[in-house]
């Protein structure tokens, strides 16, 4: 069974810029969540998708977005990049609520 | 509010046990979790132990529960090399569906 993707692996991006991050879950996980991980503030959530809704959401800026598909796929997107948005974005997909929740190697993000 | 909190840093000599220890302070959390990080990887899931038991064994592993002192450890066995890295505890929160509270991670170290 296929784990947990993630693409990019890397990224490097100017202030300013936006930028778009995948995950693809287990086959059958319907949840994806994601989290930004950083040497300052440690791991924290973004938000979490379940069957293309957005049931929960973390205390970041507008500037950070997710989407769900309809195959469980998730993207998540941030504008405007700040330097303090370099960090390590990981997703975790779960086959329900409140289960297992497994991650993807992540992608880290460099902004100069 | 919810917190997990955890000591950064345990060595240990090789062959003997390691100790990780985690407080956290979300009373209604089901599930809580340990999880392994090695350099430039994601989380691996490790064990989880739901919130009605007391002890959780799984090879090398165990894990221990006490739910009046909000308190959970992971104790690994004969310890190696190979589990130098960093270990999270995590909580899901209440409520929260598939968001997960990290504590900053301890760094274990096994040394000769």
Not at chain 1, 70 to 96: F, H, I, K, Q, W
Not at chain 2, 64 to 88: E, P, V
Request: a neutral charge; aromatic letters at 12%; one cysteine or more.
């Amino acid at each position: 069974k296929a784990g947990v993707t993630q693409t990019p692996r890397y990224l490097i991006k100017t202030r300013g810029q936006q930028v778009t991050l995948s995950c693809s879950p287990i086959s059958g996980h319907r949840s994806v969540s994601w989290y930004q991980q950083t040497p300052g503030q440690g791991l924290q959530f973004l938000f979490e998708y379940f069957s293309e809704t957005q049931r929960n959401k973390g205390n970041f800026p507008g500037r950070f977005s997710g989407r769900q598909f309809s195959n469980s796929r998730s993207e998540m997107n941030v504008s405007t990049l700040e330097l303090g948005d370099s960090a390590l974005y990981l997703c975790a997909t779960s086959p329900g609520e409140n289960t297992e929740a497994f991650f993807g190697q992540g992608t880290r993000l460099t902004v100069v | 509010g919810e917190d997990v909190e955890q000591s950064l840093f345990l060595s240990v000599r090789e062959g003997d046990s390691s100790v990780i220890n985690c407080t956290y302070t979300d009373s209604s959390s089901t599930y809580l979790y340990w999880y392994k990080q090695e350099p430039g990887a994601g989380l691996q899931l490790l064990t989880y132990i739901f919130s009605n038991m007391d002890m959780k064994q799984d090879q090398r592993l165990t894990v221990l529960l006490n739910k009046k002192d909000k308190h959970l450890s992971l104790r690994i066995a004969d310890t190696q090399t190979g589990d130098s890295a960093i270990y999270f505890c995590a909580e899901s929160s209440h409520g929260g569906y598939n968001k997960l509270i990290f504590g900053a991670g301890t760094r274990l170290a096994v040394h000769p």
